[in-house]
């Protein structure tokens, strides 16, 4: 079982950053990846930025450029810097990680809150 545990969530003004943090229960070379996903309220949950453990990164087009999805493998660490953020950033983030065993089993944390508010 891989338990992930999310920090780093609250309230920042229009234009502001905030870094979030998740920390695996588990090394990265037992997983094949890592990210993040949203989810506004009355919307569906969406991918914002995930990073493969060969190092390839994917981003939705509503935050390249703003967000940076990272990791600090000897912590087991992965991070999501979020830069000029927007009210429609406003969601709750959730941590994931993924491995195929062989099919592919998702495993997620408990959320943290994001509000972007002046």
């Known amino acids: 079982q891989v338990q992930l545990v999310e920090s780093g969530g609250g309230l920042v003004q229009p234009g502001g950053s905030l870094r979030l943090s998740c920390a695996a229960s588990?090394?990265?070379?037992?997983?094949?990846?890592m990210g993040w996903y949203r989810q506004a309220p009355g919307k569906q949950r969406e991918l914002v930025a995930t990073?493969?453990?060969?190092?390839?990164?994917n981003y939705a087009d509503s935050v390249k450029v703003r967000f940076t999805i990272s990791r600090d493998t000897a912590e087991n660490t992965v991070y999501l810097q979020m830069n000029s953020r927007k009210p429609e950033d406003t969601a709750v983030y959730y941590c994931?990680?993924?491995?195929?065993?062989?099919?592919?089993?998702?495993?997620w944390g408990q959320g943290t809150q994001v509000t972007v508010s002046s």
């Open positions: 994931n990680a993924w491995r195929y065993l062989p099919r592919r089993r998702d495993y």
């Open positions: 588990v090394s990265f070379t037992s997983l094949h990846g």
């Open positions: 990073l493969g453990n060969n190092g390839n990164t």
